[in-house]
């Protein structure tokens, strides 16, 4: 089994192009070359691999393994409305696999990382034993040494996405401001997915959660 990105490239008929297509198509050719130069360069079990990338007259495609679970943005949609359970100990796992992921491209050489600059639920895709691979390099940047963020635990613990209607509901906040506010107040485990409590973990879970309001503060130290 394998997934396949399609890329668009030049229509058949280029003189037509009008201006909004010529940025689109810029962006697409140069997410192209971004994603074949990251994923390309880097082998590691811990990335979603690039088998192959196949020029074709008006698109070029890009052959990936597939993952049979999908994208942790399709597992915590599911989570959030009910129709699956995900227990704490394979939530930890991805949180933790995501962590040796990002590790590694930021250190993967001596004096050069890799910062994907898009990193959310959509690009974390799960392999058949639950292990998160990080995936869509299409606005990767290599950076010096010199030149070197935590919602997606956020939402591992709490249950719920970024873009979530319960955040607007609630004091019309964003994810961020709300897990802060609660984990400030009195009662921070009312923060975490009431699906999770009782089972032992809570202590654990907070940890995470602080974890991702250090990550996403404004303030680097």
Aim: glycine content about 4%; overall charge negative; some cysteine.
């Amino acid at each position: 089994m394998i997934a396949i990105k399609k890329i668009k490239g030049l229509p058949t008929e280029a003189a037509k192009l009008c201006e909004e297509d010529t940025e689109s198509l810029e962006s697409n050719m140069h997410a192209l070359k971004l994603e074949i130069q990251a994923v390309g360069r880097i082998r590691h079990c811990n990335l979603l691999p690039l088998l192959a990338h196949v020029p074709r007259q008006n698109c070029n495609l890009l052959v990936y393994e597939y993952m049979k679970n999908g994208s942790l943005q399709d597992l915590m949609v599911k989570v959030a409305n009910g129709s699956t359970e995900l227990d704490w100990l394979i939530r930890h796992k991805i949180a933790i696999g995501m962590t040796y992921r990002l590790e590694y491209l930021h250190i993967y050489e001596h004096n050069r990382r890799i910062i994907h600059k898009d990193l959310k639920p959509r690009n974390i895709l799960l392999d058949d034993d639950m292990e998160p691979r990080i995936a869509d390099f299409g606005l990767a940047k290599e950076m010096l040494i010199d030149n070197t963020h935590g919602l997606i635990l956020g939402s591992l613990v709490i249950g719920k996405l970024l873009e979530d209607n319960f955040f607007q509901e609630t004091r019309r906040v964003d994810m961020k401001i709300w897990m802060k506010n609660i984990m400030s107040s009195e009662d921070p485990k009312r923060a975490i997915d009431s699906s999770l409590m009782g089972n032992g973990y809570e202590k654990q879970m907070l940890q995470v959660l602080n974890i991702a309001c250090y990550s996403t503060h404004i303030d680097p130290e």
